[in-house]
């Protein structure tokens, strides 16, 4: 059998190597840390179980297509559980806006907030319906190879339906006039880490997403999805080597032949055929490679525009709250200037814009008796510096009047653990370029041919996946993106 090592047990990674092994690899997947999931990672203190990274569970269908793909089911995994109010938003006028998982309701809810806006959204919802369709049928599972992938007659026939060439924000504003239903259905591109007005309006199929297909919870918390890919991998034969730090790719010519890792003070090599970088990929080429084989340049990623990173407070409370629902986005104060401050400027935010999941309140395995396990976090700039302890909590603060302001809920007294966790450990954790929490950012110049490339220009064997590649940032895109390099690989492999 052929050796694949995969460097990291994030999604991308995970899913990578249940590919592989499903095409006949001996796969083993190396990674620091003890527990797969990457930024997805779950700790436990004092009690309390909390999701370290993702929270939205999104595009169901993405991960029904995974596990089907071995046979099998979410539901053999894990649980799912719609949320109904889908989430919670507070504006500046102080009047909160519950967004229902029912599609009449919310129908009648944009009715109230503009007259005409609930056929409008009719209109608007059958163009995300097919950007949704085409998008994840035609264009997300494409290695970005080349243009030619794209040479498809449905693809050219719907080329301006599916409104590349325009941004979210224009085509949000055709619709709607009201600020509210506009940063609404702006929102859900934020995951993808671009701002409305930078990103194609073919991504509003983000929208079709959140409102057609819903806000699920994996009973147990996020972690339960990595908990079930990893169970999957292992049922496939794959082996992992955990606490295991990959300092090495080493080649013989142009061909990679092997991986150096560390596990504490002792050195490993691991003889590979093939070598799936599934760790930040501009850490995977800039540290792990020597510069003659490595693809781009540090200016080239100097270039790229990263998706934020995140200052994040996890926050444990001993008592229940009645006025908080499982997610809330704190939109009350100004969204343009939040934005610029992440993406012209790359600089503190003056006034953030901060969103909250409260898991205790759908889950009651996350928190102690009469506790509610709390996560806030504000997204900021990748590459700022200067998150020491003193910031850490000037942030804690502000964002904690406005929580307690806004809901109604005292909870200063109440918080009996809270750790925060920001741009400086993305780095030491992730090793993640600039601090980076969600990769690249999806605007239209990376997009497809023009994100890094999955297979390395230098080294033949060598590929890349996860949020800096294709498909983008999020936790369905990772999961799509270790589908994606598995098949090229197995393309190229196929007669070897
Ligand atoms: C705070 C936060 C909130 C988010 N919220 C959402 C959300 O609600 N919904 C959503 O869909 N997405 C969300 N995302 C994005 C989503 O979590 C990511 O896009 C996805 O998890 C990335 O997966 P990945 O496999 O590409 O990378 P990672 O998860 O980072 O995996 C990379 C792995 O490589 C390992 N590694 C790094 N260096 C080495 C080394 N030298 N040796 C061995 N291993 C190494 C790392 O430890 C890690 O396990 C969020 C992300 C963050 C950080």
Redesign the pocket.
């Known amino acids: 059998m052929k050796k694949a090592v995969v ?9 990578a190597a249940c590919f592989m092994a499903k095409a006949g690899w001996n796969v083993t997947v ?4 003890s527990m ?6 779950r700790f436990e203190a004092k009690g309390f179980t909390f999701d ?8 169901p269908d993405v991960f029904e297509h995974f596990f089907k793909s071995f046979g099998k089911k979410v539901d053999d995994y894990y649980e799912l559980q719609r949320l109904d109010p889908s989430y919670r938003i507070y504006w500046d006028d102080n009047v909160p806006m519950d967004i229902p998982a029912n599609y009449e309701a919310l129908k009648a809810l944009f009715e109230t907030e503009e007259p005409g806006a609930s056929a409008q959204l009719d209109a608007f919802m059958a163009e995300a319906a097919y950007k949704y369709q085409v998008g994840v049928q035609k264009l997300v599972y494409k290695p970005g190879q080349s243009l030619t992938e794209f040479i498809d007659l449905d693809l050219l026939k719907g080329l301006l339906r599916l409104d590349v060439f325009t941004s979210v924000r224009k085509h949000v504003h055709k619709f709607f006039k009201s600020k509210k239903l506009r940063q609404l259905l702006e929102f859900p591109v934020l ?1 993808l880490g671009a701002l409305p007005q930078d990103i194609p309006a073919l991504y509003t199929l983000m929208n079709y997403a959140d409102i057609k297909l819903g806000t699920w919870y994996p009973k147990g918390g ?1 972690y339960k999805i990595a908990e079930g890919m990893h169970t999957l991998a292992i049922e496939l034969g794959v082996n992992f080597c955990f606490n ?4 090495r790719i080493v080649l013989e010519g142009h061909i990679a032949v092997a991986v150096e ?1 560390t596990e504490q003070d002792k050195k490993m090599s691991f003889d590979a055929d093939v070598i799936i970088g ?3 990929y501009h ?2 080429e800039q ?2 490679l020597p510069s003659t084989h490595r693809s781009y340049t540090e200016a080239y990623w100097n270039k790229r525009v990263m998706a934020p990173s ?1 200052m ?1 407070y996890y926050v444990g409370i001993n008592k229940k709250l009645n006025n908080v629902l499982h997610h809330t986005l704190f939109f009350d104060v100004d969204f343009e200037m939040h934005g610029k401050e992440i993406y012209q400027a790359k600089q503190w935010p003056e006034e953030p814009l901060f969103y909250v999941s409260a898991t205790s309140v759908t889950d009651d395995h996350a928190a102690p008796e009469n506790c509610e396990n709390l996560f806030f ?1 504000i997204p900021v700039a990748a590459g700022l510096t200067g998150d020491d302890e003193k910031l850490r909590k000037e942030y804690f603060d502000i964002i904690l009047k406005r929580f307690e302001q806004k809901t109604g809920e005292s909870i200063s007294d109440n918080i009996v653990y809270n750790k925060s ?1 920001a741009v400086s450990d ?1 780095v030491s ?4 370029y600039k601090g980076n ?3 690249l950012a999806n605007t239209l110049m990376q997009t497809a041919v023009l994100k890094p490339s999955l297979r390395s220009k230098k080294v033949s064997n060598l590929y890349y ?4 590649t294709v498909p983008g ?6 999961l799509i ?2 589908e994606v390099v598995a098949a090229e690989i197995n393309k190229k492999f196929k007669n070897t």
């Not at 460097?7 to 899913?15: K, N, T, V």
């Not at 797969?36 to 990672?41: D, I, L, Q, S, V």
């Open positions: 460097i990291g047990s994030g999604f991308a990674g995970l899913a190396l990674e620091k840390h797969p999931g990457g930024r997805a990672r370290m990274g993702p929270s939205w569970y999104w595009m995951f996020m295991t730090n990959v300092t890792a599934a760790a930040d850490f995977v540290q792990l995140c994040l976090l966790y993305f954790d992730y090793n993640a929490a969600y990769g996946t996860g949020q800096l940032p999020g936790v369905p895109p990772s993106s270790g």
